[in-house]
Structure formats: structure tokens, C-alpha cells
């Protein structure tokens, strides 16, 4: 089937579900909310929607544990919602793609009940069980990302089972031809359903190693390496062993197989590495013999706290170099999403410099590739501060206080900056919300930013819009400028165009000398000032 490749420029708009927009006043938000607020979207210039988990869950990990991979979570909606859902944002001309979790399941979910019965039933072998070391330990050192050992005792098979996340998200055994199958099978469910894609939750943790063999150490607690930190004991260990196994490559080509049987979609990959980059190109690659993977890889380099231009002119040199290297790679690039600190105070502190919220779209938004939003980084919001009392993460419940968990970026998005709630429960609910909304984002909320010509929401449509009748930041060839300790600075080329996008990241003013025999109006240098952003043409001298 045909494929346009609208997703290779695509702008996706990244909603939390739950903390979108609240329909029927229980303090959680659903489709039907999402669906009326579609409008903020497509007025903001988004290609697409992605949307958190909407499946059947017990919400341990609110919804990255599925249960019933073909249905809505009563708390959400219907497949009728979901359906009313799509058709709405394609009469908006949006996209939707939705959040494939296949990597694990619940443990609720009926494979896992009857998995855990005993060593002989027809699913025994559905996710990844093994004895016990003599001494009863688990059978080898992986680490859990959320924290702990991976392996879990059950007590009824007398075995452990896997788990790379949560203990109530045991990890499906791909080495297994029948769980692929399975997989696919939901996953053809929803393409015959009608969305337009998908990003794959933890795609590079599906296989692991089938001899169990433990992963060398990387570190602590031996002692051998004093920068990994004390206080994140999976960095005690390189994972080549748990998780990005070259098998997960013919699943992305079966996976890639059949969405190709339907126009125009495109699935994009979540790839948690160490190696970061050099996995996103590969998996976005075609193999050896031309077997295509997929579409494109999300890149987590923009999700650091760093933000420097030395920095940031690294990761895209080596995103050019790896993906050049793998003969096609393609990136997603995005600033922050439903698991990290918020942009505005990641990049800003406690006082985020206006300029620099500006900088950061348009920088953003110049990069080779596609772009994600999460919610309410076109509001400039700030993390929120969350109690303990408050907090809803499990994550963030173990690892507290040292790490606070993902709560402080999924609070109720502020819509209306009158009403209690700032809007998410409109009709106004008389149910908190699941967690609270934050008075920090109350004057920032849509209906204020609408009202004020100069606010950040209208420089992130300006922005969008403008980007669409730029074929050189498109389509573009991109050439960085030599490093400098304050400005990033390339060049995207398309035909005879060359358009030079700067970005100045400091405090500080700068200059920018330009490459010999170039210049902008008749300049061979540029001046900035903190935080000063240029797109220019480029001539000859
Ligand atoms: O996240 C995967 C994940 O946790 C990675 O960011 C991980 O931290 C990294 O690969 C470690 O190097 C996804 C979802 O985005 C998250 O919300 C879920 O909790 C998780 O999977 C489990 O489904
Ligand atoms: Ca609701």
C-alpha cells in the first residue's frame, strides 16, 4: 500500500488521557474530552495525535499495563468513543496513533492467569519463566528499570517470571512464534479499525537473552566506576543481556510487513539504550537484504537535561553520523513527554527566561525529522510540585525522595484559568481530580494565553504554520556549523535554498562568524542576544 511519508516532517501532539480533559466529572480524563478539546490541536498546527494507553488496564502503570489489548478501559470510554475519536480528527485533518504496549502485558491479563497455573499449560510459555538458582536466588542479576531485581516469585508455578518494569507487568516471551502472532493480530485490529499508526512502548526491551545469561557489571557496587551513581542501581550494569537483542529486528520486520499493508501508516519506536542513537538508526533502517523496520525512532537525547550548545550540536552530529552510518535511520525528536521533568523547568529552573521557552520550539522544530509535543509545552508549563500524599506513580512511591516520580508532568491540563479545576472537569466536577491541578499553571491556562497576543501558545502556532511553507526545514539536507560554546548553528539545505537556523543558548550575547565565502545581508557575521534565535537566508560573497 502506499505511503506518503507525511510522518517524516510530522508535528505529533502527545496527549495524556487521563489528564487531558475530564467528560463525566469522576476526576479522570476520557475520549470524549479529548475528543471535544481536538479543536485546541488542529488550530495549533499538529500532523497528529498520540495518545497515551487507552486499553483495558488496571491502571498499575496507568495503562502501560494492558489487559485486553482489543478494548477501551471502561474509565476512558468505548470503542463507540474511540471511533467518534478518530472520525473527529480526521474531519480535523489529524492523525491518530495510538500507544502499542507489546513489550509486556498485566498480569491480569487472562495470558498471564493462565501462564502462572503451571509449567504445562498451553500458555506456559507466553512470557519468560525460570527456576531458581540452587540457593533460591533469581537466575541471573537483571535489574528492574523501576527498581529491584527483574525477577519475581510466583508462588503457584514455584518459578520466576520477568519483569523489566513493575511486578504486575511481566514481560511477554517473543521468542515464542505464538505470542508474535498474537500481538500482531491486535495489532491489525486497530489498523482494520481505521488509526494511522503507532509508537512501540519499551520496543527494544520485547527480547532477551533466551540463555539468561547476567549482565556484566557497569559499576557500582564494586567500586570499579565512581560516575555511576550511587543512587541509580540500574546503571550497576551494562544491559546487553536484558534487553535491545538483534532478534527484536525480524519482529520489527514482521510488525513492519503488515502495516504496510495499510496506506499511509507509520509506527514509531520508543528505544530506551545505552547506545542511544546508534539503536534508533538501526531499528529505523533496512536490514542487510532490504527487509524494512521502522518508520522512525523516538530519540530520548532532547529529553537530558542538558541543553547547551556543545551539547546539543553533539547529539545531532551523531544522529547524522549513525543514521548515515545504518544506511537510512530516521529520528522523532522531542523535549519532554509523560515520563520526564516538564521543558519549561528542565531547560529553565524555577524562573524560565521567556526567550529560551521561545528558543526551544523554533530549535525544535529546524531539526531533521519529526517532532513530538507533549501536552502543555505549547503553554510553557511549568513541572508541577506534587506532596507525597498526592503522588499516584509507583515509580516515583518506591524511589522517593531522591526521585519524585513522572506525577509532577501529568497534572490536569489547564484550560480555563477561572474555573477551580482551571477547566478539567467542565462541566465543573465535583470529584478531585486524580491528581491535583497546579496553581502554577492557572495564569499560563489556554483561555489566558487566547486573550494575550504576545503569549507562548501563539509563537508555537506561528511557529507550526510557518515551518509547513519551509521546504528546506521539511525536506531539508542539514550541515552543522563548527561547535561553539554558545550558539548551535546549521544549515538545511533543500535545491538551491540554504537556510541557516541559530540558536544562541546562553545568557550571554553572542556572535556568529559565518562559514568563508557565506554571508546574510551583505554580513559575514550575526549578532545574538541571549537566547536569540535567527533563520536566514544564505548567499555567496
Ligand atoms: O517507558 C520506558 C522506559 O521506562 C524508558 O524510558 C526507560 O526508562 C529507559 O529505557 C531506561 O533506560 C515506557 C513508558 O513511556 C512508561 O510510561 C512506562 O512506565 C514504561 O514504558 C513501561 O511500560
Ligand atoms: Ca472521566
Redesign the pocket.
Known sequence: APNNGWWRSAVIYQIYPRSYQDSNGDGIGDLAGITRRLDHIARLGADAVWL?PIFTSPMK?FG??VSDYNDIDPMFGTLADFRALVDRAHALGLKVIIDQ?L??SSDQHPWFKESRQSRDNPKADWYVWADAKDDGNPPNNWLS?FGGSSWQWDTRRRQYYLHN?LTS?PDLNFHNPAVQDALLASVQFWLDFGVDGYRL??I??CFHDAELRSNPGAGMPDGSNPTVAASNP?AWQHHVYDRSRPDALGFLERLRALTDQYPDTMMVG?I???SGMAMVAQYSSPSAEGAERLHMGYC?DLLADRHDAPYLHGVIAKFERVAAEAGGGWACWALS???CKRLATRWGGDHPDPALLRLAPALQLSLRGAVCLYQGEELGLPEADIAFEDLQDP?GITMWPEFKG?DGCRTPFPWDSAAPDLGFGAPASTTKPWLPVAESHRALAVDAQEADPGALLHHYRHLLQWRRTQPALVDGDLTLLPVDAQVLAFVRTHGDERLLCAFNLSTEPATLALPAGDQVDAQSTLSFDPYGVRFARLTRV
Request: charged share 30%; proline share 0%; glycine share 4%.
Open positions: 497515551s502503570d502501560y499495563d504496549v513489550s509486556h528499570v518494569f507487568q512502548d519499551a527494544n526491551f540500574y520508543e530506551g539504550d545505552e530520548f513527554n509523560h515520563d515509580y513522572r
